[in-house]
């Protein structure tokens, strides 16, 4: 035994996984040395794709702490460090916006009155400053990441057991809660840099695919016009017609959720059930561990990034994934064949919707950092097939039999109809079904037997004679 068993008074002390374990995470969180294990908490901000100013690592290192006191220790997440970190992200380098866009909301309400059937909503459409949208919208962000930050929690305190001898069982558990403590608090802070940078990124409350703004009061929409501000900064149009047309576009998204009580709920569960699916691999967890070197941030920060950690999908969560894919795709879709019918005679508009078509099947980088948490991306692959397929309905059937699809989720376009749009033709009978050969057949061969009144006779077993 070397002579750092040893205290100055010459007891023994013996190794105590739980108290060491304990002193060297203490150790590393107050930047100091314990045997080599200290690591700059710079280093460690940097890791978790935080952001590295004073300010953030003490709010960081401070999160931390508290995350190793008995009360924190628990293993739930403690998600008031998301909200924070979201707060204090979005509302960096801010420049509020002072125009007005209630007279966009006005014009883009009127447009749509002839572009679809389904009517506005009670609620007024509002305008959000980003600290609002994360307020409003982390609930749902959260009600998405939960099950993934419980199921990492779980791997790492269970790596962590196994990687043990059998003997220190039972006195790590104090440090394995600690450890749990510690992971969940990171994933919160990084679930809150991700929510922060969309506050800065996205234009409007429908923009990311599902519907986060949902709620008693909350159906008629909303716009950031910080953001709209921005996006609009530099393109050949003029800032009203910017305004004008995302104004159009957030409207018939409103108004095919309010029309359609049941999507909201619909695409929630589809979320729920890709999220109860995912499962932690501990082995790959212990497979990394082995190759990764503490000393190494940017080794950390690529496991990170990559999703390393997000085991691949299974096939259920495959089939789910896709069912959302379709889902979302076809709500960009509609939304999409609905503005462009809206603003047909606005200058500009097709070049706009091609830009916002291109920019939601790319994803901004904090919708991919989300992603790359969670394991489920939000983009709609299929967007231009959907888009394709309901002008087609509205062609072929008028715009009342397009919207009528939105009646029921039975009613809607399947993946099948959305690769081959001539199956959901046929279905909704604004294609007529060709007849089987056989079957025409048949039918010319009844007809004959019906005119020559011989049917009757065979099909009793009787004789004319009878």
Do not use: C
Request: hydrophobic share 40%.
């Amino acid at each position: 035994m070397t002579s750092d068993h040893f205290s100055d008074d010459g007891r023994d002390n013996e190794f105590d996984p739980a108290r060491d374990i304990e002193e060297i995470l203490r150790g590393m969180l107050s930047g100091q040395n314990f045997d080599g294990f200290g690591i700059d908490p710079s280093e460690l901000a940097k890791a978790a794709g935080l952001p590295i100013d004073q300010a953030a690592l003490q709010q960081m290192l401070g999160a931390l702490q508290h995350a190793m006191t008995p009360q924190a220790m628990s293993g739930e997440t403690d998600w008031s460090l998301a909200r924070k970190t979201a707060i204090d992200v979005a509302s960096k380098d801010g420049n509020p916006s002072t125009r007005s866009l209630q007279s966009a909301f006005s014009t883009a309400s009127l447009w749509l009155d002839s572009a679809t059937t389904m009517g506005a909503s009670a609620d007024a459409p509002r305008e959000l400053q980003r600290i609002e949208w994360v307020q409003q919208t982390l609930d749902t962000w959260i009600e998405m990441a939960e099950p993934v930050a419980d199921s990492i929690s779980q791997a790492l305190t269970s790596a962590m057991q196994e990687q043990l001898p059998e003997e220190f069982q039972s006195a790590v558990s104090q440090a394995s809660g600690m450890l749990k403590g510690v992971g969940a608090a990171l994933f919160a802070m990084q679930l809150g840099q991700v929510v922060g940078s969309l506050a800065r990124e996205v234009v409007s409350g429908g923009d990311v695919g599902v519907p986060l703004l949902g709620g008693p009061g909350k159906e008629g929409g909303a716009l950031l016009p910080e953001n709209v501000a921005a996006f609009a900064k530099g393109l050949d149009q003029e800032t009203t017609e910017v305004e004008l047309f995302l104004a159009t576009r957030e409207l018939a998204h409103s108004r095919l959720f309010r029309h359609a009580r049941w999507l909201r709920s619909h695409l929630m569960s589809a979320v729920g059930e890709y999220a109860r699916g995912i499962e932690i691999n501990v082995e790959h967890i212990e497979d990394l561990a082995i190759d990764l070197d503490p000393q190494n941030p940017e080794q950390i920060q690529e496991i990170l990034r990559s999703g390393q950690l997000i085991p691949p999908k299974t096939e259920r969560q495959q089939a789910a994934h896709e069912r959302l894919e379709t889902m979302i795709a076809l709500v960009d879709g509609y939304v999409d064949v609905v503005t462009l019918e809206a603003t047909k005679l606005l200058p500009g508009a097709t070049a706009l919707a091609e830009m916002i078509r291109r920019r939601r099947a790319a994803g901004g980088p904090a919708e991919r950092a989300f992603a790359t948490l969670v394991g489920l991306e939000l983009r709609p692959r299929k967007l231009r097939e959907a888009a394709a397929l309901w002008q087609l309905v509205g062609e072929k059937g008028g715009i009342e039999t397009r919207d009528g699809l939105w009646a029921h989720p039975d009613f809607l376009p399947t993946i099948e109809e959305l690769e081959n749009p001539e199956l959901l033709l046929k279905r909704i009978g604004l294609v007529p079904h060709e007849a089987d050969p056989a079957e025409i057949d048949f039918d010319r061969e009844l007809k004959r037997l019906l005119e020559e009144g011989d049917l009757g006779d065979q099909g009793t077993g009787e004789t004319s004679e009878s």
